[in-house]
């Protein structure tokens, strides 16, 4: 059986700022229609991951990173969401001051020529609270209305890859149970997913794959369920407990 | 009376547009261009260029000083202060303020334009007729510029809270790293800002020329004057910059039929003191809007 090429290869990366090394030799990849986490401590260099894939400020020092049969390596952000992989931020990173409908829009920039009516409909459709904010201005929104629209915004590219940095930031955990099960009906409809978290076992819950991150390097990688059941995984980041 | 308030408004619609120019390429670069007022004289010169040596009437030379300002603004951006930001936001004020001596100095090694202000003529007419309106003798280049701004600024409404464009440019100023990730080439919006906002002053220059003259040293004062109008109606609004560069031109006007010059306009910088101390949100502001 052979399986499908990867959406997302990432490959013995390096990557860092100036003279900080960051990542050590990342292994990563993301198939269509998979729901992956990242996992790991505070300055694990899970962010730094997401940025180097979107191409945003961190320097890569060697490997590959190769998206949807292209290489990054010179690619501009501009052009990762050309090809269709999105980044959902850590702190959302909204347009504050612009509609809900504004922000909406301006995330299908590089396909404005295009008519956007079906895509938004979808978004309000799937996020229904947002269909009632419209007209409002995005910093009146709660949190988890921002986050719903900064996911909305992404999906109005039109993304192959999605990836959240830390989306349950600062949310209750009934709101965070609704993102995730977004999150999984968009990888069974087709576009994969990148979760970064902290929040390891309700994370693992959701995903198919997950790989921890460690002082830059991969520490662990497994199926979900594989993963739950590690007692490193335990010992680590569950410390014990079950919420 | 009235005729001292229509004067005022007058001087101070240039100040206004002076303020709205450096209020839209601090949101974009996050830096005050100090260079602003220059590029008001600049423009005012090149409508004189278009007016002398291309033979242009008044609403051409402004089309084309507002273009030039357009296309001036974009190399400032590329070529000045965009390599100056890869020392940091510092670097990029000091760059703004090497440009005011480029300018000044430059200008007047010019062909035609020296360093002595010189006059142009009037839109639709003489820049010397006048009109009787409620008693008082009214310019008629004042309505002109009245006129003009409001259709500068019902320009700028438009594009910015209209357009998907403009709409992009506001995004990419308040967010930048939101922006980029969506695929907006922020370099880009930052180089349209900039040209916008030095499009505006080339544009004020013109507008208010047959009335003040153009050309002359007297561009960094006219940058004080709109950084006061801008800190008077708060930077942070567009409309409060237009606003505050109305008050200003009335303050400095009444100032200066009372007043010796040189007491007037000392008067008028130091209600930038005041203003930060006692209201920094400016007189339109609201206060949570001082930030950063
Ligand atoms: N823009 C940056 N410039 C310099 N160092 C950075 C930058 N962003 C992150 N770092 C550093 O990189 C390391 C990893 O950070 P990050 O990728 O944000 O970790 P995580 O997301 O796993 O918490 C940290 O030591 C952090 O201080
Ligand atoms: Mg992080």
């Known amino acids: ?243 | 009376m009235l005729q001292l308030l229509v004067a005022g408004l007058t001087v101070g619609s240039e100040y206004g547009l002076i303020a709205l120019g450096i209020h839209i390429i601090l949101r974009a670069t996050r830096v005050v261009n100090f260079a602003q007022g220059e590029f008001t004289i600049v423009g005012g010169l090149v409508a004189l260029t278009c007016v002398d040596v291309l033979h242009l009437n008044m609403w051409f030379a402004l089309a084309g000083a507002t273009l030039a300002g357009f296309a001036l603004g974009l190399a400032f951006e590329i070529v000045v202060l965009r390599p100056a930001g890869r020392t940091g936001e510092a670097g990029v004020t000091i760059a703004t303020i090497g440009a005011v001596f480029v300018l000044l100095y430059g200008h007047a090694l010019v062909p035609g334009w020296g360093s002595n202000p010189q006059p142009l003529p009037g839109f639709g007419g003489p820049a010397t007729g006048s009109v009787e309106l409620a008693g008082a003798t009214v310019q008629v280049q004042s309505l002109w510029v009245f006129a003009l701004l409001i259709a500068a600024l019902a320009v700028l409404y438009l594009f910015f809270e209209r357009t998907y464009f403009g709409k992009a440019i506001r995004a990419a100023a308040e967010n930048p790293l939101g922006a980029r990730l969506i695929g907006i080439d922020v370099n880009s919006t930052r180089a349209v800002s900039v040209a916008l906002g030095i499009a505006l002053a080339a544009y004020g220059g013109t507008i208010i020329g047959p009335i003040t003259l153009v050309g002359g040293a007297a561009g960094f004062a006219l940058t004080i004057k709109g950084f006061v109008a801008a800190i008077v109606g708060g930077l942070e609004s567009p409309i409060g910059c237009v606003a505050g560069g109305l008050v200003v031109g009335v303050l400095q006007v009444f100032l200066q039929s009372r007043l010796p010059y040189d007491i007037a306009d000392p008067i008028v910088y130091s209600v930038l003191l005041v203003m930060l101390l006692v209201r920094p949100q400016g007189l339109f502001g609201r206060r949570d809007a001082v930030r950063d």
């Open chain 1, 1 to 243: 059986m052979s399986r499908p090429r990867a959406l997302l290869e990432v490959r013995a990366l390096h990557a860092g700022y100036g003279a900080l090394d960051v990542l050590r030799g990342v292994d990563l990849e993301v198939r269509a229609g998979e729901l992956v986490a990242v996992l790991g401590p505070n300055g694990a260099g899970k962010s730094t991951l997401l940025r180097s894939i979107s191409r945003y400020d961190a320097t890569l020092r060697s490997g590959a990173i190769v998206f949807d049969g292209v290489d990054l390596a010179r690619a501009t952000t501009e052009r990762t969401v050309r090809l269709g992989c999105l980044q959902v931020p850590e702190g959302r990173q909204l347009f504050a001051r612009l509609s809900v409908d504004d922000n909406l829009r301006l995330g299908a920039f590089v396909r404005r020529r295009a008519s956007l009516d079906a895509e938004l409909s979808a978004v309000y459709e799937r996020f229904a609270p947002l269909a009632q904010r419209r007209g409002q201005p995005a910093f009146t929104l709660s949190g988890g209305e921002q986050q719903m629209l900064a996911i909305g915004r992404a999906l109005m590219a039109r993304p192959k890859l999605l990836m959240l940095d830390e989306p349950s930031t600062g949310l209750a955990p009934q709101v965070v149970e609704q993102l995730f099960a977004i999150a999984s009906e968009l990888a069974r409809s087709g576009t994969a997913l990148l979760i970064v978290e902290q929040n390891a076992y309700l994370t693992l819950r959701h995903a198919d794959r997950a790989y921890v991150l460690e002082g830059g390097r991969v520490a662990l990688a497994g199926t979900a369920s594989e993963l739950m059941r590690d007692e490193r995984v335990k010992a680590i980041y569950l410390g014990g407990s079950t919420a």
